[in-house]
Protein backbone atom coordinates (compact mmCIF):
# COMPACT_ATOMS: atom_id res chain seq x y z
CA UNK A 1 0.00 0.00 0.00
CA UNK A 2 1.26 3.67 -0.63
CA UNK A 3 -0.26 6.67 0.58
CA UNK A 4 -1.47 7.54 -2.57
CA UNK A 5 -2.22 3.71 -4.76
CA UNK A 6 -4.20 1.03 -2.57
CA UNK A 7 -4.46 -2.60 -3.23
CA UNK A 8 -7.99 -3.36 -3.55
CA UNK A 9 -9.31 -7.31 -3.76
CA UNK A 10 -11.88 -7.85 -6.93
CA UNK A 11 -14.11 -10.78 -7.48
CA UNK A 12 -15.93 -12.50 -10.46
CA UNK A 13 -19.58 -11.82 -9.44
CA UNK A 14 -21.02 -12.97 -12.74
CA UNK A 15 -21.73 -16.75 -13.72
CA UNK A 16 -18.70 -17.95 -15.98
CA UNK A 17 -16.93 -14.76 -15.15
CA UNK A 18 -13.01 -14.97 -14.85
CA UNK A 19 -12.01 -14.37 -10.83
CA UNK A 20 -9.54 -11.40 -10.49
CA UNK A 21 -6.41 -10.64 -8.20
CA UNK A 22 -5.59 -7.52 -5.99
CA UNK A 23 -5.44 -4.25 -7.56
CA UNK A 24 -4.17 -1.17 -7.93
CA UNK A 25 -6.95 2.19 -6.88
CA UNK A 26 -5.94 5.94 -7.95
CA UNK A 27 -8.01 7.88 -5.95
CA UNK A 28 -9.21 11.08 -7.83
CA UNK A 29 -7.28 14.40 -6.85
CA UNK A 30 -8.99 17.86 -7.12
CA UNK A 31 -6.07 18.99 -8.26
CA UNK A 32 -6.37 16.94 -11.38
CA UNK A 33 -8.79 18.61 -12.67
CA UNK A 34 -6.93 21.37 -13.77
CA UNK A 35 -3.14 19.82 -13.95
CA UNK A 36 -4.45 17.03 -15.73
CA UNK A 37 -4.02 16.23 -20.26
CA UNK A 38 -7.39 17.05 -21.41
CA UNK A 39 -9.07 14.10 -21.51
CA UNK A 40 -12.36 12.14 -22.67
CA UNK A 41 -14.14 10.01 -20.37
CA UNK A 42 -11.24 7.23 -19.03
CA UNK A 43 -13.32 4.05 -19.12
CA UNK A 44 -10.48 1.89 -20.49
CA UNK A 45 -8.30 2.74 -17.91
CA UNK A 46 -10.57 0.56 -15.45
CA UNK A 47 -9.76 -2.36 -17.60
CA UNK A 48 -5.97 -1.97 -16.84
CA UNK A 49 -6.64 -0.78 -12.40
CA UNK A 50 -9.27 -4.24 -12.08
CA UNK A 51 -7.19 -6.70 -14.04
CA UNK A 52 -3.35 -5.57 -14.66
CA UNK A 53 -1.65 -6.74 -11.29
CA UNK A 54 0.23 -3.34 -10.90
CA UNK A 55 2.14 -2.35 -7.79
CA UNK A 56 3.89 0.96 -6.47
CA UNK A 57 7.24 1.31 -8.34
CA UNK A 58 7.04 -0.76 -11.19
CA UNK A 59 8.43 0.22 -14.41
CA UNK A 60 5.49 0.69 -17.39
CA UNK A 61 5.65 1.45 -20.55
CA UNK A 62 2.40 2.42 -22.58
CA UNK A 63 2.37 2.36 -26.09
CA UNK A 64 0.09 4.43 -28.23
CA UNK A 65 -0.59 6.80 -24.79
CA UNK A 66 -2.98 9.27 -26.95
CA UNK A 67 -3.69 12.27 -24.11
CA UNK A 68 -1.04 10.88 -21.63
CA UNK A 69 -3.56 10.79 -18.72
CA UNK A 70 -3.20 7.27 -18.07
CA UNK A 71 0.31 8.11 -17.56
CA UNK A 72 -0.54 11.34 -15.90
CA UNK A 73 -2.73 9.10 -13.21
CA UNK A 74 0.18 6.28 -12.30
CA UNK A 75 2.98 8.79 -12.62
CA UNK A 76 2.35 9.81 -8.72
CA UNK A 77 2.93 5.99 -7.57
CA UNK A 78 5.00 4.70 -9.97
CA UNK A 79 8.93 4.68 -10.60
CA UNK A 80 9.08 5.22 -14.20
CA UNK A 81 6.45 5.13 -17.50
CA UNK A 82 8.24 5.22 -20.90
CA UNK A 83 5.67 6.31 -23.39
CA UNK A 84 5.40 5.23 -26.86
CA UNK A 85 3.84 6.93 -29.75
CA UNK A 86 4.55 6.91 -33.14
CA UNK A 87 3.51 10.22 -34.25
CA UNK A 88 6.11 13.11 -34.38
CA UNK A 89 3.45 15.30 -33.39
CA UNK A 90 1.77 13.53 -30.34
CA UNK A 91 5.31 12.99 -29.20
CA UNK A 92 6.17 16.42 -29.18
CA UNK A 93 3.17 17.09 -27.26
CA UNK A 94 3.61 14.72 -24.95
CA UNK A 95 7.37 15.42 -24.38
CA UNK A 96 5.61 19.41 -23.79
CA UNK A 97 3.02 18.08 -21.48
CA UNK A 98 5.12 16.12 -19.08
CA UNK A 99 8.28 18.24 -18.83
CA UNK A 100 7.92 18.60 -15.37
CA UNK A 101 7.44 15.34 -14.51
CA UNK A 102 10.89 13.80 -13.97
CA UNK A 103 9.64 9.69 -14.17
CA UNK A 104 7.84 10.15 -17.59
CA UNK A 105 9.52 9.62 -20.66
CA UNK A 106 8.70 9.66 -24.01
CA UNK A 107 9.93 7.88 -27.32
CA UNK A 108 8.89 7.96 -30.99
CA UNK A 109 8.73 4.41 -32.69
CA UNK A 110 6.10 2.46 -34.27
CA UNK A 111 5.06 -0.97 -32.63
CA UNK A 112 5.03 -2.54 -35.72
CA UNK A 113 8.56 -1.68 -36.61
CA UNK A 114 11.66 -3.65 -36.63
CA UNK A 115 14.41 -1.55 -35.78
CA UNK A 116 12.81 -1.00 -32.16
CA UNK A 117 15.15 1.24 -29.94
CA UNK A 118 17.43 -0.28 -27.86
CA UNK A 119 16.93 1.79 -24.97
CA UNK A 120 13.49 0.06 -24.45
CA UNK A 121 14.87 -2.97 -24.77
CA UNK A 122 14.44 -4.46 -20.25
CA UNK A 123 12.97 -1.49 -19.39
CA UNK A 124 10.02 -2.55 -18.00
CA UNK A 125 8.28 -4.74 -15.49
CA UNK A 126 4.91 -4.14 -17.60
CA UNK A 127 4.21 -3.22 -20.94
CA UNK A 128 0.29 -2.32 -21.97
CA UNK A 129 -1.40 -0.65 -24.65
CA UNK A 130 -5.08 0.15 -24.28
CA UNK A 131 -7.70 0.16 -27.56
CA UNK A 132 -4.15 0.13 -29.64
CA UNK A 133 -3.56 -3.10 -31.11
CA UNK A 134 -6.66 -3.20 -32.88
CA UNK A 135 -4.75 -0.51 -35.26
CA UNK A 136 -1.31 -2.45 -35.22
CA UNK A 137 -0.61 -3.44 -39.21
CA UNK A 138 1.95 -5.98 -38.20
CA UNK A 139 0.69 -7.41 -34.90
CA UNK A 140 3.44 -10.11 -34.58
CA UNK A 141 6.40 -7.49 -34.74
CA UNK A 142 4.72 -5.19 -32.23
CA UNK A 143 4.35 -8.56 -29.75
CA UNK A 144 7.94 -9.33 -30.51
CA UNK A 145 8.63 -5.30 -29.80
CA UNK A 146 6.74 -5.72 -26.56
CA UNK A 147 7.78 -8.74 -25.53
CA UNK A 148 11.47 -7.63 -25.47
CA UNK A 149 10.59 -4.70 -23.74
CA UNK A 150 9.90 -6.26 -20.62
CA UNK A 151 12.61 -7.70 -18.05
CA UNK A 152 12.40 -11.53 -17.33
CA UNK A 153 8.72 -12.30 -15.96
CA UNK A 154 7.52 -9.18 -16.76
CA UNK A 155 4.04 -8.77 -18.22
CA UNK A 156 2.32 -7.61 -21.36
CA UNK A 157 -1.18 -6.32 -20.49
CA UNK A 158 -3.48 -5.71 -23.72
CA UNK A 159 -7.09 -5.24 -24.19
CA UNK A 160 -8.38 -3.85 -27.64
CA UNK A 161 -12.19 -4.86 -29.40
CA UNK A 162 -11.55 -7.46 -31.47
CA UNK A 163 -14.08 -7.02 -33.98
CA UNK A 164 -13.64 -6.94 -38.09
CA UNK A 165 -14.66 -4.25 -39.95
CA UNK A 166 -17.30 -3.08 -41.55
CA UNK A 167 -18.87 -2.91 -37.73
CA UNK A 168 -15.27 -2.38 -36.43
CA UNK A 169 -12.16 -0.05 -37.31
CA UNK A 170 -8.98 -1.96 -36.90
CA UNK A 171 -6.84 -3.64 -39.49
CA UNK A 172 -5.60 -6.28 -36.69
CA UNK A 173 -8.23 -9.18 -35.08
CA UNK A 174 -8.05 -12.96 -34.50
CA UNK A 175 -10.83 -15.06 -35.56
CA UNK A 176 -9.70 -17.61 -33.06
CA UNK A 177 -7.54 -18.41 -29.75
CA UNK A 178 -4.90 -20.53 -32.11
CA UNK A 179 -4.53 -17.39 -34.31
CA UNK A 180 -3.68 -14.96 -30.77
CA UNK A 181 -1.82 -17.90 -29.12
CA UNK A 182 0.81 -18.45 -32.09
CA UNK A 183 1.50 -15.01 -32.75
CA UNK A 184 1.95 -14.80 -28.52
CA UNK A 185 4.06 -17.69 -28.39
CA UNK A 186 6.33 -16.64 -31.81
CA UNK A 187 7.34 -13.40 -29.94
CA UNK A 188 8.72 -15.25 -27.06
CA UNK A 189 6.12 -15.19 -24.09
CA UNK A 190 5.84 -18.09 -21.97
CA UNK A 191 2.39 -18.28 -20.88
CA UNK A 192 -0.50 -16.29 -21.22
CA UNK A 193 -4.64 -15.70 -20.43
CA UNK A 194 -6.91 -14.84 -22.87
CA UNK A 195 -10.89 -13.54 -22.05
CA UNK A 196 -12.82 -10.66 -22.15
CA UNK A 197 -14.13 -8.04 -20.42
CA UNK A 198 -17.65 -6.22 -20.64
CA UNK A 199 -19.47 -3.11 -18.54
CA UNK A 200 -21.75 -3.87 -15.71
CA UNK A 201 -24.98 -3.40 -16.72
CA UNK A 202 -25.17 -0.50 -13.97
CA UNK A 203 -22.01 1.06 -15.69
CA UNK A 204 -23.39 0.45 -19.50
CA UNK A 205 -26.44 2.09 -18.66
CA UNK A 206 -24.94 5.38 -17.26
CA UNK A 207 -22.34 5.23 -19.91
CA UNK A 208 -24.53 5.20 -22.69
CA UNK A 209 -26.99 7.67 -21.60
CA UNK A 210 -24.29 10.30 -20.28
CA UNK A 211 -21.47 9.70 -22.55
CA UNK A 212 -22.28 8.00 -25.67
CA UNK A 213 -26.26 9.34 -26.42
CA UNK A 214 -24.89 13.04 -26.49
CA UNK A 215 -21.56 12.08 -28.66
CA UNK A 216 -23.76 10.52 -30.70
CA UNK A 217 -26.27 13.51 -30.91
CA UNK A 218 -23.00 15.99 -31.39
CA UNK A 219 -21.41 13.61 -33.98
CA UNK A 220 -24.75 13.67 -36.34
CA UNK A 221 -24.88 17.37 -36.30
CA UNK A 222 -21.69 17.94 -37.13
CA UNK A 223 -20.50 15.54 -38.99
CA UNK A 224 -22.85 13.03 -40.47
CA UNK A 225 -21.12 9.95 -42.01
CA UNK A 226 -17.30 10.68 -40.11
CA UNK A 227 -15.45 7.96 -39.92
CA UNK A 228 -13.88 7.22 -36.64
CA UNK A 229 -10.29 8.24 -36.09
CA UNK A 230 -7.84 5.33 -36.57
CA UNK A 231 -4.98 7.43 -34.89
CA UNK A 232 -5.24 9.72 -31.45
CA UNK A 233 -3.90 12.90 -33.56
CA UNK A 234 -6.95 12.43 -35.79
CA UNK A 235 -9.81 12.72 -32.79
CA UNK A 236 -11.01 15.91 -31.59
CA UNK A 237 -9.45 15.77 -28.07
CA UNK A 238 -6.12 16.33 -29.78
CA UNK A 239 -6.61 18.43 -32.69
CA UNK A 240 -8.45 21.09 -30.45
CA UNK A 241 -6.89 20.62 -27.37
CA UNK A 242 -5.23 24.06 -27.21
CA UNK A 243 -9.28 25.96 -27.82
CA UNK A 244 -10.17 22.68 -24.82
CA UNK A 245 -7.71 23.76 -22.04
CA UNK A 246 -9.37 26.95 -20.70
CA UNK A 247 -12.71 23.70 -20.33
CA UNK A 248 -10.15 22.00 -18.56
CA UNK A 249 -12.41 22.39 -15.11
CA UNK A 250 -15.82 21.83 -16.52
CA UNK A 251 -14.66 18.62 -18.94
CA UNK A 252 -13.12 17.34 -16.39
CA UNK A 253 -15.94 17.91 -13.86
CA UNK A 254 -18.50 16.48 -16.10
CA UNK A 255 -16.33 13.21 -16.63
CA UNK A 256 -15.09 12.69 -12.89
CA UNK A 257 -19.07 13.10 -11.96
CA UNK A 258 -19.88 10.01 -14.67
CA UNK A 259 -17.24 8.47 -13.29
CA UNK A 260 -18.68 8.66 -10.21
CA UNK A 261 -22.07 7.49 -10.89
CA UNK A 262 -20.80 4.58 -13.09
CA UNK A 263 -18.54 3.26 -9.99
CA UNK A 264 -21.61 3.51 -7.86
CA UNK A 265 -23.02 0.03 -8.61
CA UNK A 266 -19.60 -1.47 -8.19
CA UNK A 267 -16.38 -2.03 -10.27
CA UNK A 268 -17.21 -1.24 -14.04
CA UNK A 269 -16.32 -4.72 -15.96
CA UNK A 270 -16.34 -7.91 -15.08
CA UNK A 271 -14.40 -10.64 -17.30
CA UNK A 272 -15.50 -13.74 -18.87
CA UNK A 273 -14.37 -16.79 -21.02
CA UNK A 274 -13.91 -16.61 -24.57
CA UNK A 275 -12.67 -18.86 -27.31
CA UNK A 276 -13.48 -22.39 -25.61
CA UNK A 277 -16.13 -25.15 -26.33
CA UNK A 278 -18.33 -25.01 -29.42
CA UNK A 279 -18.03 -21.69 -30.19
CA UNK A 280 -14.17 -20.67 -30.20
CA UNK A 281 -14.98 -17.24 -31.87
CA UNK A 282 -13.13 -14.06 -30.63
CA UNK A 283 -15.02 -11.49 -33.36
CA UNK A 284 -17.28 -9.25 -31.38
CA UNK A 285 -15.23 -9.26 -27.75
CA UNK A 286 -13.22 -6.49 -25.70
CA UNK A 287 -10.49 -9.12 -25.36
CA UNK A 288 -7.87 -8.70 -22.73
CA UNK A 289 -4.31 -10.44 -23.09
CA UNK A 290 -2.36 -10.81 -20.08
CA UNK A 291 1.07 -12.38 -21.02
CA UNK A 292 4.81 -13.35 -19.22
CA UNK A 293 8.04 -13.73 -20.95
Not at 92 to 100: D, G, I, T, Y
Not at 177 to 186: D, P
Not at 187 to 197: L, S, Y
Not at 275 to 288: A, E, K, M, R, T
Request: net charge positive.
Amino acid sequence: MSSTGQIISTMAAEPGAVRTEARLRLPAQARDLLSAPVHDLAVRDHILLQFCPLRPGMRLLEAGPGSGYTAFRLARVMRRIELVDAAPESVEALRQQFAWLPNIQVTAANLADSSWPTALRGCCDVAFALDVFEYVFAPAAGLRNLAGSLERQGMLFLTFPNVPPPVGDGVNYYRTRAELETQLRGAGFVRWEIFAVRLRPWASAVFQLMHELPLRLYRRSRRAGAERPQTYEGTWAFRHRRQAAPLKLVLHSVWGLQELLMRAGGPLYYAYPVGSGSNDCLYGHQLVVRAWV
